[in-house]
Structures are given as structure tokens and as C-alpha cells.
Nanobody, 115 residues
Framework: QVQLVESGGGLVQPGGSLRLSCAAS????????MNWFRQAPGKQRELVAT???????NYAHSVNNRFIISRDNAKNTVYLQMNSLKPDDSAVYYC?????????WGQGTQVTVSS
């Protein structure tokens, strides 16, 4: 059974930082590209950051130079370090794993940026 379990969300003030984690089980983690998506109320789900099996990264323009995605294959975990957070970053953040035609989603973790 495949599971992606996110953690680390919460309430943070503008300008603050959070680190999200996503622990994977039931997959050969090292071969999967890992992605973070987010969805705010009334908006479409959007891709935030990607890290390939080889460690290459890509970011949405809106988070470039503020967010950092990383992975630890020994721990089957992907991280999203979020810095200089803005109210517009408030959303449910989802972990996603993809390999060939296989893809899996986590349940999401809420991030709220507010003073």
C-alpha cells in the first residue's frame, strides 16, 4: 500500500519560514520524481516545486528563490523549505510522486500565512 504523509504545515506570520516533509512508503522512492503542489480556496491546484530522481529541481515562478525542495532517499522523504512566506502562499500543500504512468498523492497539509 502506497502512502505519502505530509507534515509541517501550520500558521506562520508573513516573512516567516516553514519546512514541510513528506514521508513515502510502499514505493521505490529513489526512482520517483517528487513534487509539491498547492491549492488555495477557489483556485486550481498548482505545481510548486519538483525534484527528479537525479536531484534536478524546478520551481514555479511565484516561489523561485524563496522555496527549496530537497529529498533524502535514505529516509524516503521529500522536503519543502519555505522562506519569506507571503499571505498568497496560504494553501493546502500536497505531496505527489510520479514515475512513468504511476502517480500518487498525499492527503495535504494546511499552510496559513497571516499576521
Amino acid at each position: 500500500q502506497v502512502q505519502l504523509v505530509e507534515s509541517g504545515g501550520g500558521l506562520v506570520q508573513p516573512g516567516g519560514s516553514l519546512r514541510l516533509s513528506c514521508a513515502a512508503s510502499g514505493i521505490i522512492f529513489s526512482v520517483y520524481a517528487m513534487n509539491w503542489f498547492r491549492q488555495a480556496p477557489g483556485k486550481q491546484r498548482e505545481l510548486v516545486a519538483t525534484i527528479t530522481s537525479g536531484g534536478s529541481t524546478n520551481y514555479a515562478h511565484s516561489v523561485n528563490n524563496r522555496f527549496i525542495i530537497s529529498r533524502d532517499n535514505a529516509k524516503n522523504t521529500v522536503y519543502l523549505q519555505m522562506n519569506s512566506l507571503k499571505p498568497d502562499d496560504s494553501a493546502v500543500y500536497y505531496c505527489h510522486a510520479s514515475y512513468s504512468r504511476l502517480n500518487y498523492w498525499g492527503q495535504g497539509t494546511q499552510v496559513t500565512v497571516s499576521s
